[in-house]
């Protein structure tokens, strides 16, 4: 089992940046796909962007393409979400998940995923 925790959330300003972190507990960490999920308020969960257990396949939702950029940083088992150019639209509860198997970014969009962190609030607000 993998546990991930997430941090980095916070309140900022339209048109700002935000860089979330998540760390994985497992040492197994580069054979992990890593996905970062949103759930805005009243809303349904929304698949943000993937990256695969090599890191040479990555893949944004139109959303967030050209203004979110995803990364793995394997030494320290962390992945990351770096966010800029943020915009109102873009307030959510942020969730980083992990998962073993076969890439899909398709499973990942239907909240097919393995390993779940808590979340963690991005307020983009003036």
Request: with cysteine; proline share 2%; aromatic share 10%.
């Amino acid at each position: 089992e993998v546990q991930l925790v997430e941090s980095g959330g916070g309140l900022v300003q339209p048109g700002g940046s935000l860089r979330l972190s998540c760390v994985a507990s497992r040492s197994t960490f580069s054979t992990y796909a890593m996905t970062w999920v949103r759930q805005a308020p009243g809303k349904g969960l929304e698949w943000v962007a993937s990256i695969n257990s090599a890191s040479n396949l990555i893949q944004y939702a139109d959303s967030v393409k050209g203004r979110f950029t995803i990364s793995k940083d394997e030494a320290k088992s962390t992945n990351d979400l770096q966010m800029s150019d943020l915009k109102p639209e873009d307030t959510a509860v942020y969730y980083c998940a992990a998962d073993s198997r076969t890439f899909s970014a398709t499973y990942y969009s239907h909240g097919d995923l393995e390993y779940w962190g808590q979340g963690t609030q991005v307020t983009v607000s003036s």
